[in-house]
């Protein structure tokens, strides 16, 4: 017996189930528009790299601990705002980063130089920590403090890009506006494409040796003569899938001309223009604050 289909809006019960986290989302699938709040999505992937990038290189540069402070909470607030976060994604951002921060400025701190951390300024000489002979001063932690949240701005500034944008797009992107030679950017498409196709065999195959009885037991030895038993038929199915990839893009008549139609297009509008523009002077005007 049959069961009739509801023919309404599909396009929505998609977004909502996506928004749902009940379904997938194909990275290969147009970009679901979120509304103009969460104006990141709606951007070129190419504009949220190149905006952030000279801030980048600013903290790599930067010594004091003012410049990565001002950044974290700026690119912090601009993902809270502009991003469409997952449950697990805010997670990640908002609490499992800044414990990671504490826990780097502390191992950082005792590694740092006792001669840059007595020149930390403030009361830098004021011990927190002694064991013996050894002393872990504000200074050390203020030094360990000042890498981990550089390294943090760092990773902040290319989660822009990286959680709200596809790798797929990125590609076409490139190609489109960059003028990255197709062959090159579609064969990094297709190697991209590859990465859930062998979670999906590999789960496959877990599930035909659990069946069979391969490989039982517990503790480390086993886990090693199970990962080992996955690793031929994995193999085995990566070629396969590699050879079918290739006679589909040979028949398709992939690298015969200089150019290629695009299905998906990715345009560079203004208001990428303006993104950059605004992080730019965004950027210099930090600066300026960090080193008043």
Request: hydrophobic share 55%; net charge positive; glycine share 10%.
């Amino acid at each position: 017996m049959s069961v009739p289909v509801p023919r309404g809006d599909g396009g929505a019960s998609v977004r909502d189930g996506r928004r749902a986290g009940r379904m997938p989302v194909d990275p290969y699938a147009e970009a679901v528009d979120h509304g103009p709040v969460r104006f990141l999505h709606r951007l070129n992937p190419l504009a949220k790299v190149g905006g952030p990038l000279p801030a980048m290189i600013v903290l790599i540069v930067a010594r004091g601990i003012e410049l990565p402070v001002l950044f974290c909470i700026v690119t912090g607030a601009l993902i809270l705002v502009g991003a469409h976060l997952t449950r697990r994604a805010a997670v990640g951002v908002f609490v499992v980063l800044p414990a990671v921060v504490a826990v780097l400025s502390v191992s950082f701190g005792l590694w740092a130089d006792p001669a840059e951390a007595a020149t930390a300024g403030g009361a830098a000489s004021t011990v927190l920590v002694q064991i013996g002979d050894y002393r872990f001063t504000a200074g050390a932690l203020l030094v360990g403090a000042t890498t981990a949240l550089r390294l943090a701005g760092i990773l902040l500034l290319s989660l822009l890009a990286g959680l709200t944008s596809t790798g797929p797009d990125l590609v076409r992107a490139l190609v489109q506006q960059l003028h990255v030679p197709y062959r090159v950017g579609y064969t990094v498409l297709a190697a991209y494409r590859f990465v859930p196709r062998f979670r999906h065999e590999l789960d496959i195959i877990r599930q035909a040796h659990r069946v069979r009885g391969v490989a039982p037991g517990r503790g480390p030895l086993a886990a090693l003569r199970r990962w080992l038993g996955y690793v031929v038929p994995l193999l085995a199915g990566a070629l396969r899938h590699a050879e079918r990839v290739a006679l589909a893009m040979d028949s398709r008549a992939f690298g015969a001309f200089g150019t290629r139609t695009e299905r998906h297009l990715v345009p560079f509008r203004m208001r990428d223009w303006l993104f950059m523009a605004a992080f730019w002077a965004l950027t210099a005007a930090l600066v300026l604050v960090g080193a008043s």
